[in-house]
């Protein structure tokens, strides 16, 4: 077991020790489950009260917590160094398995260096598999497709005919890259499937969840840039591009032919029409649906969203609506007794 | 063919026979479906007038319907007696097929007595398989993953290493246990993986759908317990933590952290944030959205939550609310004539 | 390489030449992908614009743009004629790669002729499949299941038991047709599983996307009709019957024994109740809620759906509910003023 003196954890992280730089770390741990030995973090401001029972013996923060018993590695980004940490501790060196006498490989499939390809695994015909490469059982890698250096793709993945796939990518299980997009010409009644020639391609330090759909483009390609992460059940229809370094969290719908831009955020279960630009530096809130193109640093909520400010306050009156329309209802009989009123005053005045 | 007497169909179920006991009954179905010498049930009174035509020979029911020709089977609850009279009548014993030789086995497996390992399954390195377990064709058991007594793993799931997996537990196709959870430590622009070194723990008497994404904890578990019932295509991220006997309805999204109580129903795509905690005996309506700690016993609808009494009223009125417009218009012309000829009458007064 | 004259292209969508027909197209392409030497189309006028750059040597369109410099195919529905076009160039003739020997093949199994079997599917025992079928890798065709002639069944899908397929069905990686139903009767705060013996039966002409669930009926049978397309990630519950010629766009969710019609449109993320009925050539917006019966021909969006148009009204007001406050506020302050200015008026008088 992987161990560290408090003093080269902090340095690992470009961190400050507070208290004795001298413990010896055994390994990392949540503020709840860490024993002794095992170093924590707090980077969500709601688990500070939890510090004071934990048997943590250092925990990473971003300020110094005055009356703590425990030791200390002040860093800028708590978050960020317990990456660090745990990278630290649980990543193993890659050790190649080779390939499985189990595994079905195609013809003129240009197999990369010390790759670990398991039993079970398909390689189809002229398939480019990189250096180290990881692909478990169940996964089903099509004819011609490529993945790039250092990719993991977990058991049950499906990876269709010509996509690209590129290096360090990891794709998680039930995912499929590469299926047909949905695309028919109605044509008397029926629906006549368009042929979907196009492809995926997935760039560099992409990681894609579990039970993801993909779909390849009708032509061209459907594209996800470098960096950007997919989280579990989203929906990528065919011709899509989203920019590098976004986050799609879990069973977002993005359909055909939109953009998305770099550094964008799509909450859960968010949908996007087809056919529309969402610009760099977007968030948009869960459950919300986008029919518009959104400029870029827009923060929007809603179905079809509007500024998230405004949504707030939209949706805090929701609630009052009832009790609302007795209020104009109550105005309406007001307005009507004054105008009465009103009207006797006039005849009497007459 | 199993078949039994109408007699020993209501001593199953505790019921009491209206009409013939003696009737042979030799199978169950649908009211619509149903043949003579099958028996029928009557749950959702919105099919009663079904049973006029149908063609079974006995209609399980709550209470005696006056003026039925066919048997009945008197009972309190009809969709309980069903379900036990369709176990009766389908369920067949359990049958070891024991273990394909075109099985992939690790080493180290603790295997059960009188197990099923179809053939193109893979069991990964000391894993522990109780007695009695079922594991269909494509799917895949990782490292020290543990599956209980009489647990039944459909084809094509993945459960990733280490994942707990209790007795009786069913996992349908598709489903994936384990998978990372969705952590990252954005730095500077980029999004910087954080190891997901947890597991998942899922107890006894669990039921997962299809396609369903189950992530791994960041740190500690991801817990799904006792009894809960998950339908398909639901999300469930990492640390997240579902109480007993909970029903989780299709393409609901639990975010990281949450925790939710238990006998609680998430109705179909309701979706929750991160980190907040749901009460036991909770309902949220279909497709709401929960940002906030619900109470138990909590009745919720709406995105986000509100009670569900008052959003059914406040969805009666967003139809109105054009209409809604013009009446707050007329009223604000009204009261500017009203100002009007109050000003009018003051001047003449004066 | 095939390759056709232009005439030979429009003749081949019974088009009208505008330009050069001896043209020699040698493929099919986006508007702005294409080379010189391919055809390519203009469905969506939001396009238009990308045709004077254009590299392509002819265009499909539906009437003839002015000042074009390519030759141009004039049809009455662009898209349509497209789908043919793409057909042409890129459908291959079937070509039979027979039963791989890594197959897993139960027994009493009907085998079609021609048919392409690929290495480690799995056909169960008793099944049936027909001519010219194609099962990839990872696929799972249960017990008694039947698959038509000409189906596709794409790498790890799920078939199980009984289930019936029809002919020229195409079903994509990651879904699984006819997994248990979520069906439980719940007795003393425990929910007991109902058996689910029915069936899933998809006619002639479906197409299932990627990572989709169609539960089995509880007794009877979940049916999709002819000529129904079907998204990714979309939820079919247990006893749903789909009706021929509808869109199902992706992660649509459908809950039991509800009844669509035939030429329906759901669009992305909607929800659908059990126990409904949705008629024909109906329309229903993206992320909609539909609770109760509609009526052919309704165009419906919102949550719960109302009228299409009343919903873009009530959702364009929305974002001002603010702004209506302040002026259901200032009604009533002005309201108050007026009574007490009446009043004094009144005191004065007597």
Not at 65 to 92: R, T
Not at 209 to 234: F, P, W
Not at 302 to 321: E, N, R, S, Y
Not at 328 to 342: D, F, P, S, T
Request: aromatic residues 4%.
């Amino acid at each position: 077991m992987k161990t560290a003196r408090l003093k080269e954890i902090a340095d690992l992280v470009q961190g400050k020790v507070v208290g004795n730089p001298a413990i010896e770390i055994t390994g990392v741990s949540g503020i709840r489950e860490a024993e002794s030995g095992q170093i924590t973090f707090l980077a969500n401001p709601r688990y500070q009260a939890d510090l004071e029972s934990t048997h943590a013996s250092a925990v990473v923060v971003a300020k110094i917590i005055g009356d703590l018993s425990i030791s200390m590695v002040v860093v800028e980004d708590p978050y960020y160094a317990f990456a660090q940490i745990v990278k630290y501790f649980h990543v193993p060196p890659y050790c190649s398995l080779g390939i499985s006498d189990r595994t079905v490989i195609g013809t003129g499939v240009e197999m990369g260096k010390d790759v670990s390809i398991h039993p079970l695994a398909v390689i189809g015909d002229r398939a480019r598999i990189g250096d180290r490469v990881t692909i478990y059982p169940g996964s089903y890698v099509g004819a011609e497709a490529e993945i790039g250096d250092d990719s993991l793709i977990y058991p049950n993945v499906t990876i269709r005919e010509r996509v690209q796939i590129g290096k360090r990518v990891i794709i998680h299980s039930g995912t499929v890259i590469g299926s047909d997009g949905f695309g028919f010409a109605s044509h008397q009644g029926r629906h006549e499937k368009i042929l979907q020639i196009g492809t995926v391609v997935i760039e560099d330090d992409v990681e894609v969840g579990s039970n993801v759909s993909v779909d390849r483009a009708s032509l061209g390609k459907t594209v996800i840039k470098r960096g950007t992460k997919i989280d579990n059940l989203v929906q990528i229809a065919h011709n899509v591009v989203i920019g590098e370094d976004c986050l799609i969290v879990a069973q977002v719908g993005i359909s055909g032919s939109t953009e998305v831009g770099h550094h964008t955020i799509l909450a859960g279960q968010v949908g996007l029409v087809g056919h529309i630009k969402v610009g760099d530096h977007v968030i948009v809130g869960a459950k919300s649906g986008v029919s518009n193109d959104l400029k870029s640093h827009s923060v929007m909520s809603g179905i079809p969203v509007m500024d998230h400010k405004t949504w707030l306050k939209t949706q805090a009156i929701l609630p009052h609506l009832p009790e609302f329309r007795k209020r104009v209802m109550a105005l309406e009989e007001k307005i009507k007794q004054l105008e009465a009123q009103l009207q006797q005053d006039k005849n009497r005045g007459k």
